[in-house]
């Protein structure tokens, strides 16, 4: 079975400071993995995906995520926070088997100034 | 155009009428979907329509029939909601059912049930 895990449901950062979303995942086969954010009363926007090839990926607005098959993780992180940056996050996962996309529970991730 | 339009935005409905909501997409995307998504919550799958062909119901209840008139466009009709049916409802495209294709979602619709 396929399941996604976001074990913190908030994550506090002081603007400036780097941040890490943390996601770890169980699928049949290799995954497609994807972060999405959601601010409030909006739907959500995609931010970046691991389909396959560099571990690194990067994405919108400055964020990136590495890949790592061994801890089968795909953490959300970002330099320099951004008080815009204060969201719902929510990661994603598919197997390359198929199967619907599966969604962690979400984090809700405040920067303060 | 990379947007999927959901319409309307805010609705508010008696728990006797019927009303519908409405999902555009312009990307040629032949894959769509529903979601229902409670405050700070993850979506929840509602339907997903391949090739504009139901493929999957979630075991949703009948008070909810979705339907797909054309490769652009999704709808949801709503009849006989209950209060705990109010919710925010996303659509979702994606190029192809499946695979590694990102999903694009709509802004919702946020239900009120009274």
């Known amino acids: 079975a396929q399941s996604v895990a976001q074990p913190e449901d908030q994550v506090n950062v002081a603007e400036g400071n780097p941040l890490t979303v943390k996601c770890t995942y169980s699928?049949?086969?290799?995954?497609?993995l994807f972060w999405y954010v959601q601010y409030p009363n909006r739907g959500l926007q995609f931010l970046l995906k691991?389909?396959?090839?560099?571990?690194l990926v990067k994405g919108s607005y400055g964020f990136e995520a590495e890949f790592n098959k061994s801890q089968t993780s795909f953490h959300l992180k970002k330099p320099s926070a951004l008080v815009s940056d204060s969201a719902l996050y929510f990661c994603?996962?598919?197997?390359?088997?198929?199967?619907?996309?599966?969604f962690g529970q979400g984090t809700e991730l405040s920067v303060k100034p | 155009d990379t947007e999927v339009t959901q319409t309307p935005k805010h609705l508010v409905m008696g728990m006797t009428n019927k009303k519908s909501l409405k999902c555009e997409q312009h990307?040629?995307?032949?894959?769509m979907y529903w979601y229902k998504q409670k405050a700070k919550k993850p979506p929840e799958l509602m339907f997903v329509?391949?090739?504009?062909?139901?493929?999957i119901n979630e075991s949703v209840p009948s008070r909810f029939s979705p339907e797909c008139p054309n490769s652009s466009l999704l709808n949801l009709h709503l009849h006989a909601l209950q209060p705990e049916d109010s919710a925010l409802y996303l659509c979702?495209?994606?190029?192809?059912?499946?695979?590694?294709?990102?999903?694009?979602f709509g802004s919702g619709t946020r239900l009120t049930v009274v």
């Open positions: 691991y389909i396959t090839g560099d571990n």
């Open positions: 990307m040629g995307h032949r894959a």
């Open positions: 994603a996962v598919r197997g390359n088997q198929g199967g619907k996309l599966i």
């Open positions: 979702a495209s994606s190029q192809l059912p499946g695979q590694g294709y990102g999903y694009t």
């Open positions: 329509y391949s090739y504009e062909k139901l493929s």
């Open positions: 699928v049949s086969g290799n995954p497609y």
